[in-house]
Structures are given as C-alpha cells and as structure tokens.
C-alpha cells in the first residue's frame, strides 16, 4: 500500500466530523491492505510510529526536501526507514538520522511529507484514535466492534489484533484470551466534579483512594512473577517489593491490578515523580529499594486461580481481590449499595475528603455491577479530585507544526516574582480550540518582542488562567518546580500581569 493512500485518508477523516463517515473510510482503506501492511497502516492512522523512539523531533522537518512529483512510497518502505533512523546511535548520529529523514522526505510527495510531520510530531489530529480504528477494522472484515475492543484489550495492542484480522477475519478473534503473564490494557476513569455526581451516575459503588503512583498490572504463576506498567513495558526487575508482595497472596496463579507508592515516615504519600525516578531506575535496584521503598496496593483482580474475572461485576472481583489479598494490600474503600441512603453518602464525602487529608489525589468511584473494560475510559469509573488553577502570563509562545502550523501554539507560562519579573513554570499547548489558537496567534503577535523562527517571546502583559494537578519539582525551570498536566482554561483579560498569581503562591502548593 502507497503511503499517499495512507495520507490522503488522514485528510479526508480530519475533514468530517461524522463518526459514521470516519469508520466508513478507515474500513474501506483498511479492506485494501495486507496482513503485513496492517501493524503499520493501523498505528499510522492511530497517529503513531511503531518505533517509539527515533531520535527525532518535528524540528527536523524546518528545513525539508523538494518532495517528490508523484506518489511511488510504500507504508514498508516508510517503517524500513524510521527503522534505520531509530537504529542509529553513537558520534554524528543526529546528522545520520537526518541524512536517512530527508532520503525519506525526497521520496514523498507534499501530503505525505505533511502527513510525516504530524506523525513524528505527535500532531496527527485527524480524530482516527485507537477505539476509531477498532470500529474500523470490525467493519471491514464484519466483526462486532465490542469484539475487536475486546480482543484490543486482551493482546494489548492494536496492530497486533489488525494483522490477525486482515489474515483470517473476524474467526480470529476466539484466539484473544486473558493469560496469566501476558499484560492486558489497564481500565481506565472518566471524571467527574465531586462524589455526588458520581453516585447519581453509577448508583451501586465504591468509594476508594486514589493513588497518585505508578500503575502496575502483576501476573503471578506458581513462584513465577511479572509486573507490567499502564503502557505494558515489564519492569519487574526493577520491583522486588512488589514480588514479595505477590508471593502473599493466598493463590499462586492470579492477575492483579493496582498502584505502587512510596510512603514518608509518618506513612503519607511522596511525590509521584520521586516513585517515577524510582522506578525508571535500571541500575543498583537494591540501592534504590533502600533509598525509596515501594509499596504496592491492589484494587482489582482480573483473573484467579485459572478464572477469567473480567465480565464478573466489580463486587464480585473486589470479594475475590479480599478473598487472596491482604488487607493492608488493599486499597481503602467503601461501599454505596443504596444511593438513596443519605447517611451512607455523607459518609462517602468525608472519606473523600480524609484521603486527601491523608494526602492523595482524591477518589475513584467504581460501579459495583460494572466488567473490567480493559483499555477504555469506561464510564463506570469515575476519578473525583481537586482541579487547582493559576493565572499566569505568557512569557512566550512556540510556532506549531502539523495541524498547527502558522499558528503560535505551546505556551510558556510565568508567575510573578516579588521584584516584578517573571519566574517561568512550564510549557502547554494542552486546551486550546482551533479558535482559540486563532485569536493567541493574533494577540500574541501584537506583543512580540522576538521571533526567531521557532519561539516568539512577547510583552508579559497577557494572562492565561491553567488548570493543573499538582506542582512537582523540576530542576528545568528557575525556581525549581513546574506544573503538572497544565491546560488551559481562559485568557484573563480582565487581568493585568501584577494581578497574575506569584511565585511564592506556587511554592505554596507544592509544600
């Protein structure tokens, strides 16, 4: 398959709307191609590169080849390509990877050259995610599209179900079991503003902690153990806590799902990015067990003893985890069977507000009749917790590229300094409508002081209100710390700069 059929398909699904018209043009692309083009056809329309790291970024694209005058590129010749890129390593790698980058570009036409961009940078927004192509691919071989998700979920990729299905059609689905040691995609929650809202949507339910830690799924098989990460890379060398902690369970075959965190001394939750560089370690394992212990706490159980509990409703896999599990393994919860019961909904709301007491995040709410719908934002979980905001200036804005292209995009936000300058926190692009890229775009350039090509720095007049989770150290930014999953919410123009919100302010979150 030409990669121009790939890209010419982005566009025409970037260019609807309809969902209905979506699937319908990923079915009729994905009919016409082959069990070894599917892998790279899917991730490619899902907006992915199959190597996850190349060592190249969007900045390598300012400057691109004539493209070619016809379309002669295949998807395989395409992924050999990034391959060879993604192989290079070593004293003048980046000039190689470019070398083999632009030998790719030449041989592309204009819309695959753009369509390259968006993919290597992360900005191929033509709405064909992971549960699009799924109904995609079920219409093209006349599978049930719940079937494809599931079996999605079962292997735990994608292309990897596509392959199959292009080779033998919808009987390839029966192969997709859950089996103790191969990781299946982590359920995921939807949010919702407090607990109220939360028990009127799902009735029946569980109240429990939300963990800010590292998600972990464990297989155990006899003495056996493996631990896996939401993304389903094995880390379980790197987690000798959480065998141990596997090897307690009261079963020897089972598939577990929870969270590891690290606890302070007086037994309060330390920072997710002190548990992330923990667990990102490959060396001296056993010095970092002793530096920063880790401790895992399980709130599900996908499988025991030889049964698959997925379809099981949420009670009956929480009296199955109680039944194996310790109960300090367990994470803390309680049960709304009657979400007419006053008492018990008070009761809700204040364990809602002792867990963040007690310094996590918040709470997840979990319908007790609800399967465990592997990798999806099932509606029957429900994550509860505080949003913070700021108002911060625009100390600067950075030209997209992709769909975003001619238009100022990644913010660098700012707050006030006692002296009146500007301490920079971070970067965002998160939140921002295709409208709203307009007007900052606009605005923005009426403040520019600076363009040199890729960053425009402006006036610090502008205030932009950003939600975040939390504030984390960071040694990038002048004052030690940045924000967390930042987004924006508003411009505030109504403000000034000196209204902005201040350095100390932020510190002030962070302890």
């Not at 094995?234 to 596997?246: F, G, N, Q, Y």
């Not at 350039?445 to 209100?465: H, I, K, Q, S, T």
């Amino acid at each position: 398959m030409l990669l121009a059929d790939v890209a010419g398909a982005s566009r025409e699904i970037a260019a609807t709307t309809a969902r209905s018209r979506k699937v319908a043009l990923l079915a009729e692309l994905f009919r016409a191609m082959t069990p070894g083009e599917a892998p790279l056809v899917v991730s490619y329309l899902s907006g992915r590169l199959p190597q996850r790291r190349t060592g190249i970024g969007w900045t390598a694209f300012r400057r691109m080849p004539d493209p070619a005058a016809g379309a002669s590129l295949t998807v395989e010749e395409t992924d050999a390509a990034f391959e060879r890129i993604a192989a290079v390593s070593g004293k003048g790698a980046q000039s190689e990877r470019k070398r083999i980058l632009d030998e790719l570009l030449a041989s592309a036409t204009r819309e695959e050259q753009r369509f390259l961009l968006g993919l290597v940078g992360g900005e191929l927004r033509q709405g064909a995610l992971d549960a699009l192509a799924a109904e995609g691919l079920a219409a093209a071989v006349g599978a049930e599209p719940s079937a494809v998700r599931r079996a999605v979920m079962l292997a735990g990729r994608l292309d990897t179900v596509a392959r199959a299905l292009t080779a033998d059609g919808a009987a390839a689905l029966d192969a997709f079991r859950l089996d103790v040691g191969r990781p299946v995609l982590p359920m995921l929650a939807k949010s919702a503003k407090d607990v109220d809202e939360a028990v009127e949507l799902l009735g029946a339910c569980a109240v429990e902690e939300k963990l800010d830690g590292i998600r972990v799924q464990v297989h155990r098989d006899g003495d056996d153990v493996r631990i896996f990460t939401r993304t389903l890379d094995e880390i379980t060398d790197r987690l000798p806590e959480v065998v141990s902690a596997a090897r307690e369970l009261t079963t020897d075959r089972a598939v577990l799902d929870g969270e590891v965190i690290a606890l302070d001394e007086r037994g309060r939750p330390q920072p997710f990015q002190d548990i992330a560089g923990r667990v990102g370690s490959r060396l001296d394992v056993a010095g970092a067990q002793a530096s920063l212990p880790l401790y895992p706490v399980f709130f599900d159980l996908l499988s025991v003893d030889g049964r698959d509990l997925l379809d099981e409703p949420a009670a009956e896999r929480h009296a199955q985890l109680a039944r194996v599990t310790p109960e300090p393994r367990r994470v803390r919860h309680i049960e709304i069977t009657d979400p007419a019961d006053g008492q018990r909904r008070e009761e809700a709301r204040r364990f809602a507000a002792a867990a963040l007491e007690r310094g996590h995040e918040g709470v997840v709410v979990k319908g007790l009749d609800a399967p465990y719908s592997a990798g999806r934002r099932g509606a029957s979980w429900l994550k509860v917790k505080p949003v913070h905001t700021l108002d911060l200036v625009v100390l600067a804005a950075e030209w997209g590229h992709g769909r975003r292209t001619g238009r100022l995009s990644n913010l660098h936000l700012g707050a006030r300094r006692s002296d009146g300058t500007f301490a920079m926190l971070g970067k965002t692009f998160k939140g921002l409508t295709d409208a709203l890229l307009a007007w900052q775009t606009e605005r923005l350039g009426e403040l520019a002081v600076e363009d040199d090509g890729f960053v425009v720095r402006v006036r610090p007049e502008l205030v932009v209100e950003v939600a975040f989770d939390s504030v984390q150290r960071s040694p990038r930014y002048p004052e030690g710390v940045t924000l967390r999953f930042a987004r924006v919410v508003r411009y505030r123009e109504d403000k000034t700069a000196a209204e902005a919100d201040t350095v100390d302010a932020v510190l002030a979150l962070r302890r």
